[in-house]
């Protein structure tokens, strides 16, 4: 159990899980990607945490990427298009049978990585916890949520789970991890475009049955397709629910678009067309929703992969 954790991105779910890791005594780093943030972040005072309107800053030491000291367990909470380019800058420190943890949204970042170093162990994460930044190393709890962790290749799970007992983070050790990472892809793809291209909550998509009705069909169909029979039942009713309980929010791909901020749509509903692709699936909906999403982009923008 012993061990270090090295955490890259200080945002919300990165900060969330690393305040908590140092609280409970775990052995923890924060590495920050240049001088600046790394001045800033001291200026700060350490990371803070908002829970229930409380606020307590955490002095976690923090560290560049070009610092030597080694890696052995290094959690990855920056976004999915950063996130193969972040781990490469930090390759030549990772220790022989060091572990990846990827916190990403979508898929495809997580098989790039592990191809590309298969001597360390990667252990996708999936999580619904609430977390945002309020401002630079400041970060709200706003609710807590489940996060999964799961080894696609080996399913024994690691001894420092204990310490996540430790920290108070909940989580599941998951024996099917894909499973949840396509479920949680699919649901994605049918609330978050949809959203941004009605510029709408999450509840009044509740006013669009048809386009969601076909858009399940196809991401059931996809699913199907990639051996995730699972996770493609009941599909449109979790997605049903999912929207009654968040009818007051705005989906993460609509906050994007509105700062300004690029998505992950590549790893979404790119990633659900390229599948359906290489299985020979017609999927209209899906094809015509990335299309005008991509366009919608474009004419703000932002990158459109």
């Known amino acids: 159990m012993a061990g270090t954790w090295h955490v890259l991105g200080a945002g919300s779910l990165g900060g969330l899980w690393a305040t908590r890791l ?3 005594g775990v052995p923890l780093r924060i590495i920050l990607r240049n ?18 309107g409380a606020s ?3 002095p976690i030491l923090a560290e560049l990427p070009g610092a030597t000291t080694p890696i052995e367990r290094l959690l990855v909470a920056c976004k ?9 800058e930090l390759a030549p420190r990772l220790a022989k049978q060091s572990e990846i943890l990827l916190l990403q949204n979508g898929l495809g970042s997580q098989q ?17 916890e609430g977390a945002y930044r309020q401002a630079d190393f400041r970060v709200v709890h706003a609710g807590r949520g489940q996060n ?10 690691p001894p420092w789970l204990a310490e996540l007992d430790m920290a108070e983070i909940p989580y599941v050790w998951a024996d ?30 509740l006013n669009h049955p048809e386009p969601l009705h076909r858009l399940c069909n196809e ?51 790119g990633q659900a067309c390229r599948a359906a692709r290489q299985h020979g699936l017609a999927t209209p909906e899906l094809n015509e929703l990335f299309e005008r999403l991509q366009t919608l982009l474009r004419c703000h923008g932002l990158p459109a992969d």
Not at 37 to 50: D, K, P, T, V
Not at 238 to 261: C, K, W
């Open 112 to 128: 790039a990585i592990a191809a590309r170093w298969p001597e360390s162990r990667c252990i996708f994460v999936s999580s619904t």
């Open 148 to 157: 999964w962790l799961g080894d696609p290749v080996n399913h024994q799970a």
């Open 176 to 205: 099917d991890i894909m499973a949840i990472l396509w479920r949680k892809l699919a649901i994605n793809c049918a609330i978050n475009p949809l959203s941004v291209l009605s510029d709408c909550r999450n509840g009044e998509l």
């Open 56 to 58: 307590r800053v955490y």
């Open 219 to 269: 991401l059931s169909e996809v699913l199907r397709a990639c051996g995730q029979r699972a996770a493609a039942d009941g599909l449109e009713a979790v997605v049903l629910r999912i929207i009654e309980a968040t009818a007051q929010n705005y989906s993460s791909m609509y906050q994007d678009v509105r700062s300004g901020r690029r998505t992950e749509v590549g790893f979404l509903l």
């Open 35 to 52: 001088p600046q943030r790394l001045a800033e972040y001291h200026a700060a005072g350490g990371l803070a945490l908002i829970e229930n």
């Open 22 to 24: 140092f609280r409970a």
């Open 80 to 88: 999915a298009y950063d996130a193969e380019a972040a781990v490469a």
